[in-house]
């Protein structure tokens, strides 16, 4: 905690006590989206979870097929059966508003049901098959996958920066301005109370003067009437 | 060049099974190689990008400049070996990130 470099006079103290007044009112407002951040935060990412515990499970079951599969055949046969697309996947993207972030949402744009295989099935074996269309009925849960974990990437990074600016608020910014208008109201405090102590001296002065001056002139007084 | 919406970069020739489903694959041996792709792909507007483990956890660099992009997303895939949990340390990683302590 610092003292701000200020003046003490009413007019900065009016300023700091405004600034004050809105630091408190940003910093609820950041603790609020800080919140619901992590409300939306901690909804995704357990769905995220769920999904790539199942999609590494699949992607194993899937790849274990498709190795026995390489096993079987020639790797010039494979990538024959493999090059050609059964099917070009369109996908839809656009982007979703969480809290003022702009997150991700993609979706297959033409999707039915299964596809062909395109390649003929006397010299590849039903282990690539399977994979095949194992892999295929995964694709729109690997997209989602795909939304999920960037949402909970950027939220995460998001989350992080307004924890920061909260705590930089709540623990910095508004005990420099409370500590600043403490040591100004008592800087304008003590002068007023310099400026009722001189008062009060000069007034003093004064009588005491009034004083001597009145028993001088009784003194003549009584010296000429005698 | 075609555009490329799905694509999945591998090390080795099993990547090829994306192909079949449709998902443009690349083969890229090394880190470096990866990210010439990867930056190719992003140029040609490529929507989501499945990286294998592998090659993922060598390139944070890479990773670090499409972070704060919607487009295009990157995500690990395990590959023939199976999984080395890179994705879900992903996730506890961002947990922690955001709330302070792994909660999951």
């Known amino acids: 905690m610092a003292l701000m470099n200020v003046n003490p006079t009413r007019m900065e103290l009016s300023k700091l006590k405004a600034g004050l007044a809105t630091s408190q009112r940003g910093h609820k407002l950041l603790k609020d989206k800080q919140d619901e951040m992590i409300r939306q935060f901690m909804l995704i990412i357990r769905e995220n979870q769920s999904l790539r515990k199942e999609i590494e499970d699949e992607l194993a079951a899937i790849m274990k ?41 993609v979706q297959v744009a033409n999707s039915e049901g299964d596809i062909d295989l395109t390649y003929g099935f006397a010299f590849t074996p039903s282990d690539l098959d399977g994979a095949i269309l194992s892999l295929s009925r995964l694709l729109p849960k690997l997209l989602k996958l795909a939304e999920l974990e960037k949402t909970c990437d950027m939220l995460a990074v998001d989350i992080e920066k307004t924890r920061r600016r909260v705590n930089a608020i709540e623990y910095i910014m508004i005990p420099d301005y409370e500590e600043t208008i403490h040591f100004v109201n008592q800087k304008l405090d003590e002068s007023d109370r310099s400026a009722t102590i001189r008062l009060m001296k000069a007034k003093s002065l004064i009588l005491a003067k009034e004083e001597t001056e009145r028993a001088r002139r009784a003194k003549e007084l009584a010296a000429a009437t005698e | ?78 590959s023939q070996e199976g999984s080395k949990g890179v994705g879900l340390k992903k996730i506890k990683d961002n947990v922690q990130k955001a709330i302070g302590m792994d909660i999951l």
């Open chain 2, 1 to 78: 060049m075609e555009k490329i919406d799905l694509a999945a970069i591998g090390q080795s020739s099993e990547i090829y099974l994306f192909n079949a489903v449709g998902i443009t694959t690349i083969i890229a041996k090394t880190p470096q190689e990866a990210d010439e792709k990867i930056r190719d792909l992003a140029n040609g507007d490529c929507k989501v990008i499945y990286l294998e483990e592998a090659l993922y956890i060598n390139m944070s660099s890479t990773l670090e400049r499409y972070a704060k992009r919607a487009f295009p997303i990157i995500i690990p895939i395990p």
């Open chain 1, 65 to 105: 097929k498709f190795s026995t599969a390489q096993l079987t055949m020639s790797y010039a046969g494979l990538m024959e059966a493999l090059m050609v697309p059964s099917k070009s996947v369109e996908v839809t993207v656009a982007t979703k508003n969480i809290m003022s972030i702009k997150t991700p949402t």
